[in-house]
């Protein structure tokens, strides 16, 4: 099996606070793997780990391996790693001085992807429409993205990161702050960008079923390790350790 991801001895500190402790993870090429644990215990800063994005937080210590594609990411430039390795935060955070159509284009604009204004037209399209997001927006490109609701505003950052053309699509609790709707389609889209584009998905949940329906792999992570890692709905129905089943009996959280 090939792998996208090999992390090996991952410890982190922030601010002397010792957050990720000897982390190992492999994750497969092509799947999504969610990674599921209490509020604190290191799962948005296990998937800042994987994009650098760690390292912008004042007092960062980082120590172990990280392999993206066999290329040991913390060796290379960050930014060529956060164009591979693109992420959505909990919280959508559109650019709101530009428009939906702006929103989309800039990554491809900065990073030199497409070489004509056709080619850029071509990729904004398709990045919202693997975000579920194109019929909603065809006609309004220009506006900015205040006139979307919230959901819709989430799966703009979705195309946004997209449109970077990424290797591998980190989301940190994508549907933690939306409605049921738009949480289907980003739900439905991660599947698509897996199943269609072979993209590499790794999110973070606290709901199990969410997990189980989306989801190949599950890693449950407490207090900074990794407790119990494997097939989704095996690790949801036969979990192997104490606290993994504590955690989906809802006795943790």
């Known amino acids: 099996m090939d792998h996208a991801i090999i992390v090996e001895k991952l410890n982190v500190w922030i601010r002397g606070n010792h957050v990720l402790k000897d982390i190992d993870l492999k994750v497969p090429q ?10 604190g215990s290191g799962k948005s800063t296990l998937l800042r780990s994987i994009n650098r994005l760690v390292e912008l937080v004042p007092g960062t210590r980082v120590k172990g391996k990280v392999m993206v594609f066999g ?13 591979d390795v693109t992420m959505v935060s909990q919280t959508p955070n559109p650019f709101p001085h530009m428009s939906i159509y702006d929103n989309v284009a800039i990554g491809p604009k900065i990073h030199k992807l497409v070489k004509s204004k056709k080619e850029l037209d071509k990729l904004v ?11 909603e927006v065809k006609d309004r490109l220009h506006e900015p993205p205040t006139v979307l609701s919230g959901g819709q505003q989430q799966r703009l950052c979705l195309a946004r990161a997209l ?27 991660i599947k698509a960008l897996v199943r269609d584009e072979g993209i590499t998905v790794i999110f973070v ?26 097939p989704s709905r ?20």
Do not use: C
């Not at 092509?30 to 509020?39: E, K, L, R, Y």
């Not at 997990?211 to 119990?228: H, L, P, W």
């Open 30 to 39: 092509g799947s999504v793997t969610a990674i599921m644990g209490p509020s």
């Open 71 to 83: 290329r040991d990411i913390y060796s290379e430039d960050p930014y060529r790693v956060r164009k």
């Open 125 to 135: 399209r398709w990045a919202l429409e693997k975000a579920m997001l194109w019929d």
């Open 163 to 189: 449109a970077l053309k990424p290797k591998i699509l980190m989301l940190d609790e994508p549907t933690a702050n939306i409605d049921p709707v738009n949480s289907k389609k980003i739900e439905e889209a």
């Open 205 to 230: 949940t606290h709901t199990p079923a969410q997990a189980v329906r989306v989801s190949d792999f599950i890693a449950f992570i407490y207090n900074g390790r990794i407790v119990e890692y494997g």
């Open 234 to 253: 095996e690790l949801a129905l036969n979990p192997t350790h104490e606290l993994t089943e504590k955690f989906l009996r809802g006795e943790i959280g």
